[in-house]
């Protein structure tokens, strides 16, 4: 959390995700939560930069919290009712982090019933320039890379890792696939809800509308744990077969 008083000019809100880390005890909600976008959140934590917004979590458990607040893992889904009940709470608190912050850019990155716990006309908001996400999680996921990083969106890119020259091998590995036949792979792996595919931050492949992990894919095309080899091998070996892997 951003410490009061501080120059920061810019909040994030994240709504909190039903997939969690099941570590007992407590952990920092950023930490707890496993959603694609606090994959996205906690590289930008890591790469260590100088500019980090006030981050805040909308929990259907806890209200308005923030990102670092150390929390046990819990089952509870945000439904209408819940919402209702949590408003005053996140109208109050929110109104107090931008009085004390002075906000002027504010991202949400929320669902329709995760966005009526802030919708009140007592909310502040006008003294901010607002932006809530929308559209599909891709999407979604994108814009939220653009405002942590302030990258405009015409500076994402796809991009090519440069190929070793010779047979595609990873880890010793060889694989030998088409790029029609590394589609048909991805395509059975996903129809048998196979491993974690949306297990990536920025970079993805592709899959009939669905974004894949580089990974996750090469795990399945090799036979390797996800575990053993790193990501840039994953694009590299996809460069190799002539798979276009994307960025954010």
Not at 6 to 24: F, G, V, Y
Not at 46 to 53: C, D, F, K, L, T
Not at 123 to 143: H, R, T, W
Request: glycine fraction near 6%; charged fraction near 30%; proline fraction near 6%.
């Amino acid at each position: 959390m951003v410490a009061e008083g501080s120059a920061t000019s810019r909040s994030l809100i994240l709504a909190c995700s039903r997939r969690k880390r099941t570590d007992e005890g407590l952990l920092p909600a950023v930490d707890r939560y496993d959603g694609p976008a606090f994959r996205v959140l906690r590289r930008f934590l890591r790469e260590g930069s100088s500019e980090v917004p006030d981050i805040r979590v909308l929990s259907a458990e806890h209200g308005l919290i923030p990102h670092d607040l150390p929390i046990a893992n819990y089952d509870r889904i945000m439904t209408d009712s819940r919402a209702r009940e949590l408003r005053p709470h996140v109208i109050a608190e929110m109104s107090r982090v931008m009085d004390a912050l002075r906000l002027r850019d504010v991202f949400i990155l929320a669902g329709r019933v995760y966005l009526s716990a802030l919708s009140s006309e007592k909310m502040p908001f006008s003294l901010a320039a607002v932006k809530v996400s929308s559209g599909a999680q891709g999407g979604k996921l994108s814009e939220l890379y653009d405002w942590l990083w302030r990258n405009p969106p015409e500076l994402r890119y796809n991009s090519r890792v440069p190929a070793i020259r010779g047979r595609p091998r990873i880890k010793g590995v060889e694989v030998s696939s088409t790029p029609k036949q590394v589609l048909e792979v991805a395509r059975r792996a996903l129809a048998e809800d196979w491993g974690d595919p949306e297990r990536y931050e920025s970079w993805y492949v592709e899959v009939d509308g669905t974004r894949v992990a580089p990974k996750w894919l090469v795990s399945r095309l090799s036979g390797l744990p996800v575990r053993s080899f790193h990501s840039d091998d994953a694009r590299r070996l996809l460069n190799q077969l002539g798979v276009e892997v994307s960025r954010l």
